[in-house]
């Protein structure tokens, strides 16, 4: 970890509801309780829950953010969609845009260069997904992928402050696998390369767990992680932010 920060960010995609809020309490508590660590607590729940959430968590440090946002920042006729001006006005501070779910569902990185436009100009903070397939990977291609999706999902944004990258190789999301150290190391070292002038906060997600969040934590350049559906459990969430900063 080499950031003043360590980030630990929950995606909980599609679950939750109003009672699933009460489990957050012994993250609150554990939250309050951390003196000694900075930590970076950011829960990204689905839509109806980020109002009653950041309520919540109003008097705490723990913040909220978004699983996506639509590409215009002005209102429209756009049925079913949010935008990111709606997000930050109901508590978000962060918004989850590029993730490969989407990604599969045909987003393309034109569309997500838009969207994070959109996200920086009501000022959202943006967790930008980033990441290859297995036949990708199989084939020698990550850093060509990747390269790609930075490339053409920062394109014409020169402030890149708000912008935190996540590094989530899709065939690992789900599946219980992680990359290995010496492979990891050196995607982590790539994406790092990307950027020039002021490197990003960079965080690893796919199928991080209290079994290999230690293992996790000794890659350098590696700020946090995002986490998904560890993280719908506050026990488990919690053993993850403990064999982290231990």
């Given at each position: 970890?080499?950031?003043?920060?360590m980030?630990?960010?929950?995606?909980?995609?599609?679950?939750?509801?109003?009672r699933?809020?009460?489990?957050?309490?012994?993250?609150?508590?554990?939250?309050?309780?951390?003196k000694?660590?900075?930590?970076?607590?950011?829960y990204?729940?689905?839509?109806?829950?980020?109002?009653?959430?950041?309520?919540?968590?109003?008097?705490?440090k723990?913040?909220?953010?978004?699983?996506?946002?639509?590409?215009?920042?002005?209102?429209?006729?756009?049925?079913?969609?949010?935008?990111?001006?709606?997000?930050?006005?109901?508590?978000?501070?962060?918004?989850?845009?590029?993730?490969?779910?989407?990604?599969?569902?045909?987003?393309?990185?034109?569309?997500?260069?838009?969207?994070?436009?959109?996200?920086?100009?009501?000022?959202?903070k943006?967790?930008?997904?980033?990441?290859?397939?297995?036949?990708?990977?199989?084939?020698?291609?990550?850093?060509?992928?990747?390269?790609?999706?930075?490339?053409?999902?920062l394109?014409?944004?020169?402030?890149?402050?708000?912008?935190i990258?996540?590094?989530?190789?899709?065939?690992?999301i789900?599946?219980?696998?992680?990359?290995?150290?010496?492979a990891?190391t050196?995607?982590?070292?790539?994406?790092?390369?990307?950027?020039?002038?002021k490197?990003?906060?960079?965080?690893?997600?796919?199928s991080?767990?209290?079994?290999?969040?230690?293992k996790?934590?000794?890659?350098?350049?590696?700020?946090?992680?995002l986490?998904?559906?560890?993280?719908?459990?506050?026990?488990?969430?919690i053993?993850?932010?403990?064999?982290?900063i231990?």
């Amino acid at each position: 970890m080499t950031n003043k920060y360590m980030y630990f960010v929950a995606n909980w995609k599609m679950f939750g509801d109003l009672r699933t809020l009460n489990s957050l309490d012994k993250v609150i508590k554990f939250s309050k309780n951390n003196k000694k660590n900075k930590l970076k607590i950011v829960y990204c729940p689905p839509n109806t829950l980020i109002r009653p959430l950041s309520r919540r968590l109003k008097k705490t440090k723990i913040e909220v953010g978004a699983q996506n946002c639509h590409h215009s920042y002005d209102y429209g006729a756009h049925t079913g969609q949010v935008n990111s001006t709606m997000l930050k006005n109901v508590g978000a501070k962060y918004v989850i845009l590029g993730h490969s779910e989407n990604r599969q569902l045909g987003e393309t990185d034109n569309l997500i260069n838009l969207k994070i436009k959109s996200a920086i100009k009501s000022g959202l903070k943006i967790i930008f997904c980033i990441g290859e397939t297995l036949k990708e990977r199989r084939q020698k291609k990550t850093n060509q992928i990747l390269k790609r999706q930075i490339e053409k999902g920062l394109k014409s944004i020169k402030n890149k402050s708000k912008i935190i990258i996540a590094y989530e190789p899709v065939w690992s999301i789900g599946t219980g696998v992680i990359p290995k150290e010496a492979a990891l190391t050196e995607t982590i070292s790539y994406i790092k390369s990307r950027f020039i002038k002021k490197y990003p906060i960079i965080l690893y997600g796919g199928s991080v767990n209290s079994n290999n969040a230690e293992k996790l934590k000794k890659i350098p350049n590696i700020n946090g992680f995002l986490i998904g559906g560890a993280s719908q459990n506050s026990k488990k969430f919690i053993d993850i932010i403990q064999k982290t900063i231990n």
